[in-house]
């Protein structure tokens, strides 16, 4: 069974079991689970159900690996650049993305 999700503007295809990272929220620093309720789409091997645009009584349970406050985790750094051509005009800067990283615990469909 798996299910397609909406978080923030992503969508992410997740399983029980599965470690994913989020888009980070506002969450309480000792919280254990986070409910995520926009369910786009359901499957098991025989039934599948649509959302129009979500299911409604759907939800998925998620945990942390340890606490809320060290499930935050950062991505890959970025450096994107801006140039004016002709201009002898550069710069670069750095970015690097903070994510949420939970485990699917429990699907309700």
């Known amino acids: 069974m798996y299910v397609i999700i909406e ?5 992410y295809k997740v ?3 599965d470690c994913i990272n989020i888009d980070l929220t506002d969450v309480s620093p000792n919280a254990k689970t986070i409910e995520l309720d926009k369910v786009l789409f359901v499957s098991d091997d025989e039934k599948v159900k ?12 998620a945990s942390f690996k340890t606490t809320a406050q060290d499930a935050v985790v950062k991505g890959k750094k970025l450096y994107p650049m801006y140039l004016r051509r002709r201009k002898h005009s ?3 800067i750095g970015h690097r993305q903070k994510y949420l990283q939970v485990v699917i615990d429990k699907i309700k469909a």
């Open 50 to 61: 649509i959302g129009t645009p979500y299911l409604k009584g759907a939800k998925v349970t």
């Open 7 to 11: 978080q923030g503007a992503k969508q």
């Open 90 to 92: 550069r710069k670069r």
């Open 15 to 17: 399983a029980e079991g």
